[in-house]
């Protein structure tokens, strides 16, 4: 349906447009309608050849395969290297948040639930990154509801920000 409306709305444009044009000069008005006709409709084949219209807008191929489960296996090797790494060095902060960022892009919101736990642990609960991160994780663990410990933390990062941007950005949209 959506489409038969679209190419109403194109005719109708193609219309108004060609029109005006063949009032002064026939032969001319005609030969630009025709051109606009074909171009519109040579737009819409290869949208529809090479078109994805099931793919929402700004997401690219990586982040929709992401999204399916289906990730390179160098990066979730490299994910487990830095978890191995951690291991050995286990009072890294910058570490585990990188790991709990790497969790998250991969889909393992509990693993980044852990890693970022990790992360607040060893900042005391003073570093506002680590309690976004934290709160964003359980957020994802639990269906995307804003859990009562997720608003804890949420508002512990406003509080120890001291003015960072993503704090800020998240009090605005409260």
């Given at each position: 349906?959506?489409?038969?409306?679209?190419?109403?709305?194109?005719?109708?444009?193609?219309?108004?447009?060609i029109w005006p044009l063949t009032?002064?000069?026939?032969?001319?008005g005609l030969l630009t309608g025709?051109?606009?006709?074909?171009?519109?409709?040579?737009?819409?084949?290869?949208?529809?050849?090479?078109?994805?219209?099931?793919?929402?807008?700004?997401?690219?191929?990586?982040?929709?395969?992401?999204?399916?489960?289906?990730?390179?296996?160098?990066?979730?090797?490299?994910?487990?290297?830095?978890?191995?790494?951690?291991?050995?060095?286990?009072?890294?902060?910058?570490?585990?948040?990188?790991?709990?960022?790497?969790?998250?892009?991969?889909?393992?919101?509990?693993?980044?639930?852990?890693?970022?736990?990790?992360?607040?642990?060893?900042?005391?609960?003073?570093?506002?990154?680590?309690?976004?991160?934290?709160?964003?994780?359980?957020?994802?663990?639990?269906?995307?509801?804003?859990?009562?410990?997720?608003?804890?933390?949420?508002?512990?990062?406003?509080?120890?920000?001291?003015?960072?941007?993503?704090?800020?950005?998240?009090?605005?949209?409260?």
């Amino acid at each position: 349906m959506f489409w038969v409306i679209l190419a109403l709305m194109c005719l109708a444009a193609v219309g108004f447009t060609i029109w005006p044009l063949t009032r002064d000069l026939q032969k001319q008005g005609l030969l630009t309608g025709f051109a606009i006709v074909f171009v519109v409709g040579l737009s819409a084949a290869l949208y529809a050849v090479t078109g994805r219209p099931g793919v929402p807008s700004g997401a690219s191929e990586p982040v929709a395969a992401s999204a399916a489960g289906s990730n390179p296996p160098e990066v979730e090797a490299m994910v487990a290297g830095l978890a191995a790494r951690l291991e050995q060095e286990p009072g890294d902060v910058d570490g585990w948040m990188m790991l709990g960022r790497s969790y998250m892009t991969l889909g393992n919101a509990d693993g980044a639930v852990s890693a970022y736990e990790r992360a607040v642990e060893l900042t005391s609960s003073q570093d506002a990154d680590a309690l976004i991160g934290l709160g964003e994780a359980l957020m994802s663990s639990s269906g995307q509801t804003m859990t009562p410990r997720s608003i804890s933390l949420f508002e512990s990062a406003l509080a120890s920000s001291s003015g960072r941007s993503t704090t800020l950005t998240l009090h605005r949209d409260r």
